[in-house]
């Protein structure tokens, strides 16, 4: 796997975002998105190397170009666009359109739903395990 591939940094105890994750593991064909959880050392390094704090875990994050001179972190209804643009397929095209929507309104959509996800997708003691058939995607288990 190349280390440009992107990155999804989630909230590894939070109910909706493990939904999430699966739901790109199952719609990522090319098999490119890498994930790793919020909690984890490895996230922390990479938040902070941006000057983001990596106790917040009111978002998830998608990294670009990984340890490379270019990387980029995008966060909040940035993320949730990048990862639906790196699906591919009728995903980029749902991610396109949404796109067309001004931040001032996406934004605080997407802090609404952070705001209420443990309420209402709940929330696990620990982060999840991934399958061992995916496991080589995770970067931090």
């Given at each position: 796997m190349d280390?440009?591939n992107?990155?999804i940094?989630y909230?590894g105890?939070c109910?909706?975002?493990?939904?999430?994750?699966?739901f790109l593991?199952?719609h990522?064909?090319?098999?490119?998105l890498r994930?790793?959880?919020l909690?984890?050392?490895?996230?922390g390094?990479?938040l902070?190397?941006?000057?983001?704090?990596?106790?917040?875990?009111?978002?998830?994050h998608?990294?670009e170009n990984?340890?490379r001179?270019?990387e980029?972190?995008f966060?909040?209804?940035?993320?949730?666009?990048?990862?639906?643009?790196?699906?591919?397929?009728?995903?980029?095209?749902l991610a396109?359109?949404a796109?067309?929507?001004?931040?001032?309104l996406?934004?605080p959509?997407?802090?609404?739903?952070a705001?209420n996800?443990?309420r209402?997708?709940?929330k696990?003691?620990?982060?999840?395990?991934?399958?061992?058939?995916?496991?080589?995607?995770?970067?931090?288990?």
């Amino acid at each position: 796997m190349d280390d440009a591939n992107p990155i999804i940094l989630y909230d590894g105890v939070c109910g909706l975002c493990n939904r999430l994750v699966q739901f790109l593991l199952r719609h990522d064909k090319r098999k490119h998105l890498r994930f790793g959880s919020l909690q984890s050392d490895f996230a922390g390094a990479v938040l902070r190397r941006h000057g983001l704090d990596p106790k917040d875990l009111d978002t998830f994050h998608f990294v670009e170009n990984y340890d490379r001179q270019d990387e980029r972190v995008f966060d909040r209804s940035d993320a949730v666009l990048k990862a639906g643009r790196a699906l591919g397929g009728v995903w980029a095209m749902l991610a396109s359109v949404a796109s067309l929507l001004p931040r001032a309104l996406l934004d605080p959509l997407y802090r609404l739903v952070a705001r209420n996800r443990y309420r209402v997708f709940g929330k696990f003691e620990s982060c999840m395990l991934p399958d061992p058939s995916q496991r080589n995607r995770f970067l931090d288990t």
